[in-house]
Nanobody, 116 residues
């Protein structure tokens, strides 16, 4: 059973930056496709970014492309979402996700609030 734990959320002013981390245990991250999703109040969960095991395929949602960057450190079983130029509409609970062999695992979520 893979365990994912997010960290790095918080309150930031518009235009600011945050780096979310997802610590993975119970398996080797190198085998997993990874992703970040978010859910704002009253809205459905949406995919923000994802990448395959060898990072040859990377997706960014249209509203975050150019501002967010997904990355991974397989040696440390960590992956990240670097967020720059944050906007109030980026406010949401952010979830990390890992998938392999038909199984998907989720973190518990971390709150990101963008407000002045």
């Amino acid at each position: 059973q893979l365990l994912l734990v997010e960290s790095g959320g918080g309150l930031v002013q518009p235009g600011g930056s945050l780096r979310l981390s997802c610590a993975v245990s119970g398996g080797d991250l190198a085998y997993y496709d990874i992703g970040w999703f978010r859910q704002a109040p009253g809205k459905e969960r949406e995919e923000v970014s994802c990448t395959s095991t060898n990072d040859d395929t990377v997706y960014y949602a249209p509203g975050v492309e150019g501002r967010f960057t997904i990355s991974r450190d397989n040696a440390k079983n960590l992956f990240f979402l670097s967020m720059n130029g944050l906007k109030p509409e980026d406010t949401a609970v952010y979830y990390c996700n890992a998938a392999w062999a038909g199984r998907t695992f989720w973190g518990q979520g971390t709150q990101v609030t963008v407000s002045s």
